[in-house]
T-cell receptor
Framework: DTEVTQTPKHLVMGMTNKKSLKCEQH?????MYWYKQKAKKPPELMFV???????INESVPSRFSPECPNSSLLNLHLHALQPEDSALYLC???????????FGPGTRLLVL | AQSVTQPDIHITVSEGASLELRCNYS??????LFWYVQSPGQGLQLLLK??????LVQGIKGFEAEFKRSQSSFNLRKPSVHWSDAAEYFC????????????FGSGTQLTVLP
């Protein structure tokens, strides 16, 4: 089973709202990732967690706050977003280091 | 710096025709190579990967890809395209010096004509 699940599928939020995206995998993977993807573009890496510790932050604005409560779960907390943050947010996981990344279906976010 | 190039932004083929999507990378050593497919509004699905060994790799949905070190290429092929293959295709490369990071090509949009 190579499934990564993400909730919600769609999210609409105002610029003053606080919301969270959730990602879950039960493959025993120890690395988890958040990507942002704009239309007609490739995914852009935002954060990498390795063994539940943040290992990479690609200079993402502080209005995005990741959290890895345990090895199966990854959250992305959103606060005071801008309309340009509207995008597809993808979660991925891999066993540990440079192996195959498996992607979830994404959360389509619209910021009004 | 490492880079990945997909020269074709958009390719149109007729159903039943053969397909080749190009991918070139720039890096001094052997990278880890992947092809992903993405249908509209969906996540990325892994088609196939190359880490080492046999340079011709088979993937899901009848796709295959060949790693050519001399040309720094990893082109994706399918002998007979189905209408359901219409999607965006991304080549991705992992480099040993940047563990856990993939560099994606810009993608190729495939349209299949009936």
């Amino acid at each position: 089973d190579t499934e990564v699940t993400q909730t919600p599928k769609h999210l609409v939020m105002g610029m003053t709202n606080k919301k969270s995206l959730k990602c879950e995998q039960h493959m025993g993977h120890r690395a988890m990732y958040w990507y942002k993807q704009k239309a007609k573009k490739p995914p852009e890496l935002m954060f990498v967690y390795s063994y539940e510790k943040l290992s990479i932050n690609e200079s993402v604005p502080s209005r995005f706050s990741p959290e890895c409560p345990n090895s199966s779960l990854l959250n992305l907390h959103l606060h005071a977003l801008q309309p340009e943050d509207s995008a597809l947010y993808l979660c991925a996981s891999s066993q540990t280091g440079l192996e195959t990344q498996y992607f979830g279906p994404g959360t389509r976010l619209l910021v009004l | 710096a490492q880079s990945v190039t997909q020269p074709d932004i958009h390719i149109t083929v007729s159903e039943g025709a053969s397909l080749e999507l190009r991918c070139n990378y720039s890096y001094g050593a052997t990278p880890y190579l992947f092809w992903y497919v993405q249908s509209p509004g969906q996540g990325l699905q892994l088609l196939l990967k190359y880490f080492s060994g046999d340079t011709l790799v088979q993937g899901i949905k009848g796709f295959e890809a060949e790693f050519k070190r001399s040309q720094s290429s990893f082109n994706l092929r399918k002998p007979s395209v189905h209408w359901s293959d219409a999607a965006e295709y991304f080549c991705a490369v992992g480099f040993s010096g940047s563990a856990r990071q993939l560099t994606f090509g810009s993608g190729t949009q495939l349209t299949v004509l009936p």
